[in-house]
């Protein structure tokens, strides 16, 4: 259960959690808040989202970090759906229960087809993952 103090601490500096459906339903909830243009995305760590180390799962992080990057890549893409094609992440710090993990990201190039990014989470202003990805824009045709 998260601490109630930091979700309305969340919540006055703008944050909105997000319910989504799919996979990232039950990796998040996904919080999002406006920044400049575009957008910034957290993850308030729970257990559920804990290894049998008490620290946050490595693929809780590395499902933050791509959905935040496909989502970037979408919204730069005219709202082209990306998939990821490769994801690179290392992981420079632990993230604990209770602790809000921030994730950013942005283009570094961009083909006709491909879209090169790199991201990273942060905890207060710790790193503690980067990552770079390419992703590929999925070419839609009308129903038939």
Not at 26 to 47: D, I, N, Q
Not at 63 to 84: G, K, M, N, Q, Y
């Amino acid at each position: 259960m998260p601490n109630s103090e930091l979700v309305d601490r969340l919540q006055e500096q703008g944050w909105k959690p997000r319910q989504l459906g799919g996979f990232m339903g039950r990796a998040g909830p996904l919080w999002t808040r406006r920044e400049g243009s575009g957008w910034v995305y957290g993850l308030l760590a729970e257990e559920q989202h804990l290894n049998p180390a008490g620290v946050v799962h490595g693929g809780a992080l590395s499902t933050l970090i791509d959905h935040v990057l496909s989502t970037v890549a979408w919204e730069a893409c005219e709202r082209t759906p990306c998939v990821t094609v490769q994801l690179d992440t290392h992981f420079l710090a632990e993230v604990r229960a209770g602790q809000f993990a921030l994730a950013r990201a942005s283009i570094t190039a961009r083909t006709s087809s491909l879209v090169f990014m790199e991201g990273t989470v942060q905890v207060d202003d710790r790193p503690v993952l980067a990552a770079r990805a390419i992703m590929k824009m999925l070419r839609t045709t009308p129903a038939q």
